[in-house]
């Protein structure tokens, strides 16, 4: 009982924060709102057992990936026009088709789930068992990718220094 | 309803928002931060959809998923520094220079 | 049998690569020597069918096989074809001779021997072939030679336009041609003429309309021999040096209509319209040119139209069914208009290129060989006896009236009047030219000199054909082959007197021209007068030149510019290019503009596109 009311209240804790998302004016804000939304999130997952993922959630996306994007904001502390007038011009057309996306996304969902059986929890030891045994390309290949992330990082930031220097 | 489609319908609507978010708002930075809450969105999914089946595979892929989004983030940041720079504006109109 | 069309072949090859390199005496020799051999050999060949009596087929090779049709170059030999090849190669290598002494001062010589022998290369093929193909062949090949020639100082545009217009009239009537033989082969399956002509002399006839075949053959025969309404080439290619005038437009190629219709007489005796045909057509010919002639002044020009008359006379015979009249009529005329033209050559020679007969008058005396040659050959074509052209001319006037496959008392008085005219404009001619006072340049009279021996030799010795040809009946020669029609009922005891009123016609046009035209020519000049109309009719020769550029001409260059050019050309094609690439730049300006370059419509197109497919996707769920 008490494991489906965590489960739902982490899940509107979630769809709030997201809705903050988009009306919230200052970026610092929606920032600390997608944080809010991560964490729920996390929540969601440790509720439906895959508790590494859960963890990986936490420390990825909001250790890493939104510390990097609070430090980019207090950076540019840029004050122009886009803090005054948030919305773009596709405003209701986008609003539109969001609702379009939803009814149809939505109805699939739907007709497509089965009954929800709860399972095991799905550790940490299994996923890295699994992850390394039966999974070992796609090890490689994330490091590949995070290798190549970084190279670009650097090469973009020359770009940079050159730009800035010329 | 049922956990699982309420869930499932729960994923559609964040990965909804925050494509709505990427049309709607002008700050770019703010528009990269949907993108995340997308990349999330199809996190939860994956994960609920795990729940069903084979919950290896399924965990694999969010990893790759979160990989993948720390990439992403780690290259369109400096991008982002870089236009700031040149055109001083974080706000999308300006960028508009790919027209025609 | 094929040496006699090959060795001229070779002096073509041989004097159009090497004549240049090595001089003029090699051209002369290789150029006059081959068409005497190929003269030799048709010699030969005339012998042995005297000897044999039966036709020489030969086959040279197969040109090519289609199915079960088989196409084939081969000759054949029989009497007709022995007359019209001892007649090419004969007068043929005696013009050749001549050219040797008129054309000696021309910087293109060797040129002009090679497309002289290539001429005669293209004629024999026509003379000797069996089958119309091979004659086509040769049609078309004396139809190029003749424009190479007529054209033969192409640095003067007015001269290359002359040979255009030759090879062009030439041509429409080809088309005739060409469909008659398409008829045929449809019909007969075979194009082999002595075939063809079996096939129609047999019983049942076959199933094509021989009287529409005719017609179309004689088509092309009326453009290759300057008949009406084809005839407008034959005086303005008069522009080609003077024996080519007379090799090509007196003796032979103009006579090869002539003899197309002779040798198919199997179609023309049983297409009694078509006959009819032929036959109005050439004695209107014969009138038409007749009469234009009577008011020209440049002496080439009286013997052109005087040409295209005589194959009127020609086509009369023809029409009537008097094969072997037309045929003799086409040996002597070779005779006699060859030495007229050779002979003008002669003058034109001797008065240093002037040829407008107004400026001549009292040669007689300054160039007596050519002025005995000129006056025997105008006497001949006149009618006078016992010269050769009284007998063949005497011929076909008796045939045009009595022949019992249309003859008509309206035939014979027009052809009658025709050879009155004909005897007056010639003698015309030689008065004016040569008797008289002399009405020359003083500086032309001082250079007045008889001609070399190569050219006066040649005019004796057919000046002599003229006088003794006649004697040779032809008509006789070729009776099995191609028979003189059937005398109408009751015509026959009218021979002499038809005999006697030739004599009286020729008689008459020479008295007519000597008072006309003697004293100075001061009657003519008041007859003249008196007739204005008449006379600028005349020598506007009908205005049918006129009417040609006016009808076709014109209409033609106008459909080219306006509709072919301006509309299909620029408009249509021009247009749907011009139009496509339009389009295309149109489209891809209109589709550009979703290129704003905002990442927000790109991300709204994206979610547009998402809802899109997902509602195309879940509409059957």
Same mark, same amino acid.
């Given at each position: 009982?008490?494991?489906?009311?965590?489960?739902?209240?982490?899940?509107?804790?979630?769809?709030?924060?997201?809705?903050?998302?988009?009306?919230?004016?200052?970026?610092?804000?929606?920032?600390?709102?997608?944080?809010?939304?991560?964490?729920?999130?996390?929540?969601?997952? !440790?509720? =439906? &057992?895959?508790?590494?993922? #859960? /963890?990986?959630?936490? *420390?990825?996306?909001?250790? $890493?990936?939104?510390? +990097?994007?609070?430090?980019?904001?207090?950076?540019?502390?840029?004050?122009?026009?886009?803090?005054?007038?948030?919305?773009?011009?596709?405003?209701?057309?986008?609003?539109?088709?969001?609702? !379009?996306? =939803? &009814?149809?996304?939505?109805? #699939? /969902?739907?007709?497509? *789930?089965?009954?929800?059986? $709860?399972?095991?929890? +799905?550790?940490?030891?299994?996923?890295?068992?699994?992850?390394?045994?039966?999974?070992?390309?796609?090890?490689?290949?994330?490091?590949?990718?995070?290798?190549?992330?970084?190279?670009?990082?650097?090469?973009?930031?020359?770009?940079?220094?050159?730009?800035?220097?010329? | 309803?049922?956990?699982?489609?309420?869930?499932?319908?729960?994923?559609?609507?964040?990965?909804?928002?925050?494509?709505?978010?990427?049309?709607?708002?002008?700050?770019?930075?703010?528009?990269?931060?949907?993108?995340?809450?997308?990349?999330?969105?199809?996190?939860?999914?994956?994960?609920?959809?795990?729940?069903?089946?084979?919950?290896?595979?399924?965990?694999?892929?969010?990893?790759?998923?979160?990989?993948?989004?720390?990439?992403?983030?780690?290259?369109?940041?400096?991008?982002?520094?870089?236009?700031?720079?040149?055109?001083?504006?974080?706000?999308?109109?300006?960028?508009?220079?790919?027209?025609? | 049998?094929?040496?006699?069309?090959?060795?001229?072949?070779?002096?073509?090859?041989?004097?159009?690569?090497?004549?240049?390199?090595?001089?003029?005496?090699?051209?002369?020799?290789?150029?006059?020597?081959?068409?005497?051999?190929?003269?030799?050999?048709?010699?030969?060949?005339?012998?042995?069918?005297?000897?044999?009596?039966?036709?020489?087929?030969?086959?040279?090779?197969?040109?090519?096989?289609?199915?079960?049709?088989?196409?084939?170059?081969?000759?054949?030999?029989?009497?007709?074809?022995?007359?019209?090849?001892?007649?090419?190669?004969?007068?043929?290598?005696?013009?050749?001779?001549?050219?040797?002494?008129?054309?000696?001062?021309?910087?293109?010589?060797?040129?002009?021997?090679?497309?002289?022998?290539?001429?005669?290369?293209?004629?024999?093929?026509?003379?000797?072939?069996?089958?119309?193909?091979?004659?086509?062949?040769?049609?078309?090949?004396?139809?190029?030679?003749?424009?190479?020639?007529?054209?033969?100082?192409?640095?003067?545009?007015?001269?290359?336009?002359?040979?255009?217009?030759?090879?062009?009239?030439?041509?429409?009537?080809?088309?005739?041609?060409?469909?008659?033989?398409?008829?045929?082969?449809?019909?007969?399956?075979?194009?082999?003429?002595?075939?063809?002509?079996?096939?129609?002399?047999?019983?049942?006839?076959?199933?094509?309309?021989?009287?529409?075949?005719?017609?179309?053959?004689?088509?092309?025969?009326?453009?290759?021999?300057?008949?009406?309404?084809?005839?407008?080439?034959?005086?303005?290619?008069?522009?080609?040096?003077?024996?080519?005038?007379?090799?090509?437009?007196?003796?032979?190629?103009?006579?090869?209509?002539?003899?197309?219709?002779?040798?198919?007489?199997?179609?023309?005796?049983?297409?009694?319209?078509?006959?009819?045909?032929?036959?109005?057509?050439?004695?209107?010919?014969?009138?038409?040119?007749?009469?234009?002639?009577?008011?020209?002044?440049?002496?080439?020009?009286?013997?052109?139209?005087?040409?295209?008359?005589?194959?009127?006379?020609?086509?009369?015979?023809?029409?009537?069914?008097?094969?072997?009249?037309?045929?003799?009529?086409?040996?002597?005329?070779?005779?006699?208009?060859?030495?007229?033209?050779?002979?003008?050559?002669?003058?034109?020679?001797?008065?240093?290129?002037?040829?407008?007969?107004?400026?001549?008058?009292?040669?007689?005396?300054?160039?007596?060989?050519?002025?005995?040659?000129?006056?025997?050959?105008?006497?001949?074509?006149?009618?006078?006896?016992?010269?050769?052209?009284?007998?063949?001319?005497?011929?076909?006037?008796?045939?045009?009236?009595?022949?019992?496959?249309?003859?008509?008392?309206?035939?014979?008085?027009?052809?009658?009047?025709?050879?009155?005219?004909?005897?007056?404009?010639?003698?015309?001619?030689?008065?004016?030219?040569?008797?008289?006072?002399?009405?020359?340049?003083?500086?032309?009279?001082?250079?007045?000199?008889?001609?070399?021996?190569?050219?006066?030799?040649?005019?004796?010795?057919?000046?002599?054909?003229?006088?003794?040809?006649?004697?040779?009946?032809?008509?006789?020669?070729?009776?099995?082959?191609?028979?003189?029609?059937?005398?109408?009922?009751?015509?026959?005891?009218?021979?002499?007197?038809?005999?006697?009123?030739?004599?009286?016609?020729?008689?008459?046009?020479?008295?007519?021209?000597?008072?006309?035209?003697?004293?100075?020519?001061?009657?003519?000049?008041?007859?003249?007068?008196?007739?204005?109309?008449?006379?600028?009719?005349?020598?506007?020769?009908?205005?049918?030149?006129?009417?040609?550029?006016?009808?076709?001409?014109?209409?033609?260059?106008?459909?080219?510019?306006?509709?072919?050019?301006?509309?299909?050309?620029?408009?249509?094609?021009?247009?749907?290019?011009?139009?496509?690439?339009?389009?295309?730049?149109?489209?891809?300006?209109?589709?550009?503009?979703?290129?704003?370059?905002?990442?927000?419509?790109?991300?709204?197109?994206?979610?547009?596109?998402?809802?899109?497919?997902?509602?195309?996707?879940?509409?059957?769920?």
């Amino acid at each position: 009982m008490i494991d489906f009311l965590l489960l739902y209240a982490f899940l509107g804790s979630a769809l709030v924060g997201a809705v903050l998302m988009l009306v919230l004016r200052h970026p610092m804000r929606v920032a600390l709102a997608l944080v809010a939304t991560m964490l729920s999130l996390a929540g969601v997952y !440790a509720m =439906l &057992g895959a508790h590494a993922i #859960a /963890v990986f959630q936490i *420390l990825i996306y909001v250790g $890493a990936v939104m510390v +990097f994007m609070v430090y980019v904001i207090m950076l540019l502390d840029v004050r122009d026009d886009s803090l005054v007038a948030r919305y773009s011009w596709l405003l209701l057309p986008g609003a539109v088709a969001f609702l !379009a996306i =939803l &009814g149809g996304l939505g109805v #699939a /969902v739907w007709r497509g *789930l089965a009954p929800f059986v $709860a399972g095991k929890p +799905f550790g940490l030891k299994p996923f890295a068992v699994a992850f390394l045994n039966d999974y070992w390309l796609h090890f490689e290949l994330v490091s590949v990718l995070l290798v190549a992330a970084v190279v670009a990082a650097l090469a973009v930031l020359q770009l940079g220094r050159k730009a800035s220097r010329g | 309803m049922d956990s699982l489609q309420l869930l499932g319908w729960s994923a559609v609507a964040i990965f909804a928002l925050g494509l709505l978010g990427v049309i709607i708002r002008r700050n770019v930075l703010v528009m990269l931060m949907c993108m995340e809450l997308m990349l999330n969105a199809v996190n939860l999914s994956l994960v609920v959809f795990a729940q069903r089946g084979n919950p290896a595979e399924a965990s694999v892929l969010v990893f790759l998923v979160f990989v993948v989004a720390a990439a992403e983030i780690a290259i369109a940041i400096p991008i982002v520094l870089l236009l700031v720079r040149h055109k001083r504006s974080l706000d999308l109109g300006a960028y508009a220079d790919l027209r025609g | 049998m094929k040496y006699i069309a090959l060795l001229p072949l070779a002096g073509f090859l041989l004097n159009g690569l090497l004549g240049n390199r090595l001089g003029n005496r090699f051209v002369s020799v290789v150029g006059c020597g081959l068409p005497l051999a190929a003269f030799a050999v048709a010699l030969a060949y005339f012998f042995n069918l005297q000897a044999t009596g039966a036709p020489t087929i030969e086959v040279a090779y197969t040109w090519f096989v289609a199915g079960t049709d088989v196409l084939e170059v081969s000759f054949y030999f029989d009497r007709l074809t022995a007359v019209m090849a001892l007649i090419v190669t004969g007068v043929g290598s005696l013009i050749h001779i001549y050219s040797i002494g008129y054309m000696h001062a021309d910087k293109s010589y060797a040129r002009y021997f090679a497309y002289l022998n290539l001429f005669l290369f293209f004629m024999l093929l026509l003379v000797l072939g069996r089958s119309l193909l091979v004659l086509f062949v040769g049609w078309e090949g004396v139809g190029l030679a003749s424009y190479l020639l007529i054209g033969f100082w192409f640095e003067d545009p007015e001269k290359a336009a002359a040979g255009k217009k030759a090879f062009i009239t030439n041509r429409i009537g080809d088309a005739g041609f060409l469909l008659g033989m398409f008829l045929l082969y449809t019909a007969l399956g075979t194009l082999d003429m002595d075939r063809i002509n079996a096939a129609f002399m047999a019983n049942p006839a076959p199933a094509v309309s021989a009287s529409l075949v005719g017609i179309l053959l004689f088509i092309g025969a009326c453009g290759k021999s300057a008949q009406i309404p084809l005839h407008v080439w034959l005086p303005d290619a008069m522009a080609g040096p003077t024996p080519v005038s007379a090799l090509i437009h007196a003796a032979t190629m103009v006579t090869a209509g002539v003899y197309l219709v002779a040798r198919l007489s199997g179609i023309y005796m049983h297409a009694p319209e078509a006959s009819a045909v032929v036959a109005t057509v050439g004695c209107a010919t014969a009138f038409f040119a007749a009469t234009i002639a009577v008011v020209q002044t440049d002496i080439k020009k009286v013997l052109a139209y005087s040409t295209v008359s005589q194959l009127g006379f020609m086509f009369l015979a023809l029409g009537v069914g008097a094969y072997g009249a037309a045929i003799f009529h086409l040996y002597t005329h070779a005779f006699f208009k060859a030495c007229l033209f050779l002979g003008a050559g002669s003058v034109i020679h001797a008065l240093s290129g002037e040829q407008d007969i107004r400026k001549m008058g009292g040669l007689a005396k300054k160039i007596p060989v050519t002025f005995w040659t000129f006056a025997i050959a105008t006497a001949a074509i006149a009618g006078i006896p016992p010269l050769a052209g009284f007998f063949s001319k005497d011929e076909i006037l008796w045939f045009a009236l009595a022949s019992g496959k249309g003859g008509s008392a309206l035939l014979f008085a027009v052809a009658a009047l025709t050879a009155l005219l004909t005897a007056f404009y010639m003698f015309r001619l030689l008065w004016l030219t040569f008797l008289g006072r002399s009405r020359m340049s003083a500086e032309v009279e001082h250079h007045v000199h008889e001609s070399p021996l190569s050219m006066t030799g040649v005019l004796v010795i057919l000046a002599g054909l003229s006088t003794v040809g006649g004697f040779l009946s032809i008509p006789h020669v070729l009776e099995p082959l191609l028979p003189l029609p059937p005398v109408a009922e009751g015509m026959q005891p009218f021979h002499y007197a038809v005999v006697g009123a030739s004599i009286a016609i020729a008689a008459a046009g020479l008295a007519g021209a000597a008072w006309f035209f003697g004293n100075g020519a001061v009657r003519a000049e008041r007859v003249r007068q008196a007739f204005p109309v008449l006379n600028r009719v005349l020598m506007g020769k009908y205005y049918v030149d006129e009417l040609y550029e006016s009808a076709i001409h014109r209409p033609l260059l106008w459909i080219s510019e306006r509709v072919f050019l301006g509309l299909g050309d620029r408009r249509l094609f021009d247009g749907a290019l011009h139009g496509l690439a339009a389009l295309g730049r149109g489209t891809a300006a209109a589709l550009g503009r979703v290129q704003t370059g905002s990442l927000h419509l790109y991300a709204f197109l994206v979610l547009a596109g998402l809802a899109f497919a997902l509602y195309l996707g879940l509409r059957h769920v």
